[in-house]
């Protein structure tokens, strides 16, 4: 019969503490104006969820969907500047 102690000491040898570590928390702080967009966006379609869209229903949602794609643009613009700078 074979010994799985080896093999514990593998598994446990990198306990996980819970916490996100500094870059997670950058990569975090990097998106967060994404995050904050699509929540907007979301908070609009939700409140048209139970009635019929007006006028100015439509408006606040193409105006959330307009800062997610900012949103997303400006982030991949600064990756792609921070690969381009990388690069050089």
């Known amino acids: ?7 514990q000491a593998v598994v446990t040898a990198t306990p996980f503490d819970g916490e996100p570590t500094d870059a997670e928390l950058d990569a975090i ?9 699509d929540v907007a966006l ?4 939700i409140m048209t969820i139970d009635r019929t ?5 439509h408006q606040r949602i193409r ?3 307009r800062r997610v794609l900012a949103a997303r643009r400006d ?8 690969v381009s700078a990388g690069a050089s």
């Open 1 to 7: 019969m074979k010994s799985i102690a080896a093999l």
């Open 75 to 82: 982030l991949a613009n600064q990756a792609g500047a921070t």
């Open 63 to 65: 105006r959330a969907r």
């Open 42 to 45: 979301l908070d609009a379609q």
């Open 29 to 37: 702080d990097r998106e967060l104006p994404v995050i904050l967009a």
């Open 53 to 57: 869209p007006t006028e100015l229903d």
